[in-house]
């Protein structure tokens, strides 16, 4: 309960997220797009409408124009019985004019919304001999007018204006404004609820994977998260639960690890106990028994020292510290660790046989090779038979890698336990093991050296009887250090 309140606490508030702020972003951006489409609407279709208002009335101006110029002057009369044969009853006003600005003619069926004083104007302008058109959209309504000079022979014989008010047009683009601003609407409210939906499920995806990491951080390694779909957030849980199933092996072999280890302390600490409670309760011990009660106490403190050693070469490994390394000859660190066990093989007498090939440079630190070679030859004199062989072979192989082989004669791992040979405290024969001072990290720390090498082992049976160990080293014909130097 503790973790889920502590889960809930970490949750960002609707105002703070970034998927709000995103969302609000996206609901403002289609705001001022849908605004802008509509404005732009508006204007585009107004202006559609103007323009065909201007060539209509154009058309009809010049059928008038046409009649007008074939009088042979502008008079009251014949101006107006032209506009009776015409028939010009769809217009709201008609206006003609002489070139002093004296009505010759003038019809005022309707109300045309353009004032008197604009008209008079225009007519002024087409007595100078341009054409004005001119229209606006007001009260829901066109009013346009066009204004052209009337030509004589050759010379200005005065002017006319027709002015038209077009409501039908009016409601037809007020019908689109309203139609267009209710879609907007639609499409505004639509997208507030979508991007709302959104959030809210965004939100609540994101607030798992934050209370899952929560649960993980309190300990809680098993906890995994549902994945569902297809996208950055499914990618996000998957990778999350791969990382938390990593940990949870970390963590288990950690436990583990401690478990084994302290097993591993104990055991040989509490023989100590046992055999020097026994030495000081046994009043009549001999001196003979006494000294190898103390043997045995000797032994198993060498062992609790080597277990010791071992594990803080383990903790070392772990710690990924890297130790210095150089171009290293593997035959001389081979040669060293042969010598070192000597004796050993002696104790047995176990035959170490050298196959050395030239030339088979690693890049290594002494101490990391050691690991290697002890080991290895150490536990091939180990589960040896008395008097049994071990060949150790060096040589370059056909890939570029140094490979460095061991071979017994020994008593062998059964098929069953190689997998598990190099893991942590495993041991195939624990009471052969424990006999000949084993502690199960001999293979785990050479794995582990291996790996930091960049190098690999594989460990198979001989069908003669015995193991074969196999170690093939990346080759390093020069050194890398002084070639970086230079
Ligand atoms: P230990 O300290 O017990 O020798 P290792 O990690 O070196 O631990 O080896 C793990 C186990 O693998 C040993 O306990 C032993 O049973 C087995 N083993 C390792 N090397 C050999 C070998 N050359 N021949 C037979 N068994 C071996």
Avoid at 170 to 195: E, F, K, P, Y
Avoid at 290 to 301: L, Q
Avoid at 420 to 440: L, P, Q, T
Wanted: net charge negative; glycine share 6%.
């Amino acid at each position: 309960m503790a973790t889920i309140s502590k889960a809930s606490q970490n949750k960002t508030g609707f105002f703070n997220s970034i998927v709000t702020r995103l969302s609000a972003l996206f609901i403002a951006i289609i705001a001022v797009l849908l605004l802008l489409i509509n404005t732009y609407f508006l204007t585009a279709s107004r202006n559609m409408m103007f323009t065909s208002k201007q060539t209509s009335l154009e058309t009809q101006a010049s059928v008038i124009s046409t009649s007008l110029s074939a009088l042979d002057h502008l008079s009251k009369e014949n101006v107006s019985q032209v506009f009776d044969i015409l028939e010009v009853r769809d217009f709201a006003r008609v206006i003609v004019v002489d070139p002093s600005g004296e009505k010759l003619y003038s019809s005022q069926m309707d109300d045309d919304n353009i004032p008197d004083a604009q008209i008079e104007e225009h007519l002024q302008r087409a007595l100078d001999g341009r054409d004005v058109f001119y229209s606006r959209f007001y009260d829901d309504a066109f009013s346009s007018s066009i204004s052209v000079p009337v030509m004589i022979g050759g010379t200005t014989a005065g002017a006319f204006c027709m002015s038209e008010l077009d409501k039908e047009q009016g409601s037809v683009l007020i019908g689109l404004q309203d139609r267009a601003r209710n879609l907007s609407i639609i499409i505004a409210a639509l997208t507030v609820i979508a991007t709302l939906i959104v959030i809210r499920i965004t939100m609540q995806r994101i607030n798992k994977i934050m209370d899952a990491i929560v649960m993980v951080r309190e300990g809680e390694y098993e906890y995994r998260i549902r994945v569902t779909g297809n996208d950055e957030l499914t990618r996000l849980s998957s990778e999350f639960n791969d990382l938390t199933s990593r940990l949870q092996e970390t963590e288990q072999r950690r436990q583990q690890f401690v478990a084994d280890a302290s097993h591993e302390l104990k055991t040989p600490l509490a023989s100590i106990r046992l055999l020097s409670d026994s030495i000081l309760q046994n009043d009549t011990m001999t001196p003979e028994m006494a000294r190898e009660f103390i043997t045995d106490i000797g032994n198993e403190a060498s062992r609790l020292a080597r277990t010791t050693e071992k594990l803080i070469s383990l903790t070392r490994l772990d710690n990924d510290i890297t130790p210095d390394r150089s171009r290293m000859d593997l035959a001389e660190n081979v040669r060293s660790t042969i010598r070192v066990l000597q004796p050993l093989a002696d104790e047995r007498g176990v035959t170490i046989s050298e196959h050395f090939g030239t030339d088979c440079f690693v890049y290594a630190s002494d101490d990391e090779l050691r690991h290697i070679t002890l080991n290895l030859i150490e536990n091939a004199i180990k589960y040896n038979w008395d008097g049994g062989d071990i060949d150790v072979t060096l040589n370059n192989t056909d890939d570029g890698m140094v490979r460095f082989t061991v071979e017994d004669t020994g008593v062998g791992i059964p098929e069953d336990d190689l997998p598990h040979i190099f893991d942590r405290f495993y041991r195939v024969d624990k009471a052969r093991s424990r006999e000949a001072g084993g502690s199960g990290l001999g293979l785990a720390i050479v794995r582990s050296t291996v790996d930091e090498l960049g190098a690999s082992i594989s460990a198979e049976r001989r069908a003669e009887g015995g193991m074969r160990f196999t170690v093939d080293f990346p080759c390093c014909p020069s050194d890398p250090d002084s070639e970086a130097d230079n």
